[in-house]
């Protein structure tokens, strides 16, 4: 398994653990936003890594977007739960490839 895909297994699953109701929300409010501001940095990484890789990298965009509107109650919930599944469903093609 490549970096890219290591990074893409991880953004997902932290991505999951924030989109899961009331307790994503809680993690995101009492540690000030620092959740949605490392997961922007973590997906910015995956992205340039990707980009370099050649590999497919709109699940980190997605996220980079999710970061942004992640403060927002329901529609972060909604974001973190896309970018989730894209991440993961990237992740795991990468993996059979």
């Known amino acids: 398994m490549n970096r890219t895909t290591l990074l893409k297994w991880i ?8 989109a ?7 993690f995101i409010v009492s540690m000030s936003w620092t959740p949605l501001l490392f997961m922007f940095a973590l997906h910015t990484i995956t992205l340039i890594l990707s980009i370099k890789d050649s590999k497919f990298s709109a699940g980190s965009i997605l ?5 942004f509107v992640g403060a927002i109650p329901i529609i972060g ?6 970018t989730a599944l894209v ?4 992740a795991a093609i990468e993996t059979k490839n």
């Open 20 to 26: 899961i109701p009331l307790a994503g929300g809680t």
């Open 11 to 18: 953004s997902g699953v932290l991505e999951g653990l924030l």
């Open 87 to 90: 991440l993961l469903i990237d």
């Open 63 to 67: 996220g980079m977007i999710t970061s």
């Open 77 to 82: 919930w909604i974001m973190h739960t896309i």
